[in-house]
Each structure stands twice: as C-alpha cells, then as structure tokens.
Nanobody, 115 residues
Framework: QVQLVESGGDLVQPGGSLRLSCATS????????MGWYRQAPGKQRDMVAT???????NYADSVKGRFTISRDNAKNMVFLQMINLEPEDTAVYYC?????????WGQGTQVTVSS
C-alpha cells in the first residue's frame, strides 16, 4: 500500500520560511513525477511545484523564485523549501505522486502565513 505523509506545515509571519517534507512508503524511483499542490479555503487545488524522476522541475508562476522542490532518493522523500512567504500562500499543501503504481495523495499539511 502506497502512503504519502506530509509534515512541516506551521504558522509563519509574512517574509518567513518553511520546509515541507513528504515521506513515501515505497521507493520514489517508482514515481515518474512527484509534486506539491495546495488548496486554499473555497478554492480549487492547484499545482505548486513538480519534479520528475530525472530531476526536471516545474513551478507555478506565483512561487517561482521563492519555492524550491527537491527529492532525496535515498530517503524516499520530497521536499518543498519556501522562502519569502506571503499571506496568499496560506493553504493546505498536499504531496502527490504519479507512477506505475498509480496516482496518490497525502493527507495534507496546513501552512498559514499571517502576522
């Protein structure tokens, strides 16, 4: 059974930083794309950043230059480093994985940016 477990969400002031982590129950080599998505109250779930098994990354325009996605194949984890956080970044952040095993979501971690 594939499980994705996010952690690292918190309350942070504008301009602050956070690092989100996503741990997988299987080797991440089995996923050809992993990513982070977010959903604010009353809004749809949107892509934030993705990374392929080959290390190619893609970012939403709103986070380019502020967020960095990375993966650690040895630890079977994916990370999202976020700097210069803005109130508009407030949302539940979800880890996503797509591969030969299927399409999977984590349970989400709350990020709140507020003074």
């Amino acid at each position: 059974q594939v499980q994705l477990v996010e952690s690292g969400g918190d309350l942070v002031q504008p301009g602050g930083s956070l690092r989100l982590s996503c741990a997988t129950s299987v080797t991440i080599d089995r996923f050809y794309v992993m990513g982070w998505y977010r959903q604010a109250p009353g809004k749809q779930r949107d892509m934030v950043a993705t990374i392929t098994s080959g290390g190619l990354t893609n970012y939403a325009d709103s986070v380019k230059g502020r967020f960095t996605i990375s993966r650690d194949n040895a630890k079977n984890m994916v990370f999202l480093q976020m700097i210069n956080l803005e109130p508009e970044d407030t949302a539940v952040y979800y880890c996503n994985a797509r591969g030969t095993l299927g399409y999977f979501w984590g349970q989400g971690t709350q990020v709140t940016v507020s003074s």
